[in-house]
């Protein structure tokens, strides 16, 4: 299983929400909905911008 990364290549702002749908093998927009409508998102997302590796993947 691969390890949880930030996107390099689908970002809409640090790339967090591509990562995670990468890494659950979903669609990235069911992602961001969650983030949206979920009353804590926006310290869970600036955490986990702050701490999740970049994903070093080449173009």
Do not use: H, W
């Not at 790339?15 to 990468?22: E, L, M, S, Y």
Request: hydrophobic fraction near 55%; proline fraction near 7%.
């Amino acid at each position: 299983m691969d390890k949880l990364m930030k996107s390099s290549t689908d970002k809409a702002l640090c790339g967090v929400c591509a990562g995670i749908a990468q890494f659950f093998s979903i669609d990235p927009l069911i992602v961001r909905l969650i983030f949206i409508f979920t009353p804590v998102s926006i310290l869970v997302y600036l955490l986990l911008a702050a701490f999740l590796p970049e994903n070093p993947s080449l173009y």
